[in-house]
Nanobody, 130 residues
């Protein structure tokens, strides 16, 4: 099984950028779809985006929640066994704990639900100031 750990969070001013990393160990991350979720104060866990399997069995695509389209980008670096979440034009309401999760079952990926994600990191804090 795989283990994932998030990093790269921090404090940034509105309009700034951050790059979060989801680093895996125990197994190649190419065998998993990776979802990014966030826990925002006062709300439940919500989907940010996802990237499909990197082993050629999926549709080789990324999917995003509407509220981050045009600002966030997910990419995969198989050589480093890492998936990245590039966040641009950050807003104060983007503040929260960001988590990555791995799914070995879907050939695509699910940006809206957590159902198929079995392996979760502990999260990294992102704080956007005004």
């Amino acid at each position: 099984q795989v283990q994932v750990v998030e990093s790269g969070g921090g404090l940034v001013q509105a309009g700034g950028s951050l790059r979060l990393s989801c680093a895996a160990s125990g197994r190649s991350l190419d065998y998993y779809a990776i979802g990014w979720f966030r826990q925002v104060s006062g709300k439940g866990r919500e989907g940010v985006g996802c990237i499909t399997r990197g082993d050629g069995r999926g549709d080789r695509n990324t999917y995003y929640a509407d509220f981050v389209k045009g600002r966030f980008t997910i990419s995969r670096d198989s050589a480093k066994n890492t998936v990245y979440l590039h966040m641009n034009s950050l807003k104060p309401n983007d503040t929260g704990v960001y988590l990555c999760a791995a799914d070995s079952r879907l050939l695509g990926c699910d940006v809206a639900r957590t159902t198929f994600y079995d392996y979760w990191g502990q999260g990294t804090q992102v704080t956007v100031s005004s």
